[in-house]
């Protein structure tokens, strides 16, 4: 059964203090591991996709890296704004379904 | 990106009514659009997988009654919650798949509160 897993489940960091969000997956025959970042109150705002191990994909103070059994989300120089929820997902080869990992809680304080 | 628009975004209903949520893709056709409950501080829960003039499939768990989804068209699918009860308040978001790459894009969520 796909599995992925989230650590931490909340990480409060000060202003310009860089840190990485894990996603450890378990699936057989990756299609794809997306990251999303969701506000209180909110549907999930798409990030990034990966398709394999070794890809990289940058946006703005984040970027997202893959290995063959997890992500990392690094965030440099986090700002206030960055604060919310960000969940990874990924999609099995031939599945329909996002199987969906239970989210870490990012606060940064000012 | 692509748009996924959802409406209404809050709901307010007496016990024992129904309720209908839209969910539209802009500017994309998705043959395929999912339907997700969400709890408090916990991740997103699929309800169902809604399929362009076919009928969804369900998660284990979930009523097909109570949770009806009709997908008429490329651009549009409809979950309506039957004789809703306080239990069926909670946080309902669609989301469609924008293109061959398998991105899900999520529409801004229905907060339902049934009283």
């Known amino acids: 059964e796909d599995q992925v897993t989230q650590s931490p489940e909340a990480l409060r960091l000060q202003e310009g203090e860089s840190s990485s969000l894990n996603c450890s997956y378990t699936?057989?025959?990756?299609?794809?591991l997306f990251w999303y970042r969701q506000d209180p109150g909110k549907g999930p705002e798409f990030l990034f996709t990966l398709y394999s191990a070794g890809e990289e994909k940058e946006k703005e103070r984040l970027k997202a890296t893959l290995t063959k059994k997890e992500s990392f989300l690094h965030i440099t120089a986090p700002k206030p704004e960055d604060s919310a929820t960000y969940l990874c997902a990924v999609l099995q080869a031939g599945a329909q379904k996002l199987v969906f990992g239970q989210g870490t809680r990012l606060t940064i304080n000012p | 990106g692509a748009v996924v628009s959802q409406h209404p975004s809050r709901v307010i209903c007496k016990s024992g009514t129904s309720v209908k949520i839209e969910c539209r893709s802009l500017d994309f056709q998705a043959t395929t659009m999912f339907w997700y409950r969400q709890f408090p501080k916990k991740s997103l829960m699929l309800m169902a997988t809604s399929n362009e003039g076919s009928k969804a499939t369900y998660e284990q768990g979930v009523e097909k009654d109570k949770f009806l989804i009709n997908h008429a068209s490329l651009t549009l699918s409809t979950l309506t919650v039957t004789s809703a009860h306080p239990e069926d308040s909670s946080f309902y978001i669609c989301s469609a798949r924008g293109g061959i790459t398998g991105e899900l894009f999520f529409g801004e969520g229905s907060r339902l509160t049934v009283l």
């Open positions: 699936v057989s025959g990756l299609r794809g």
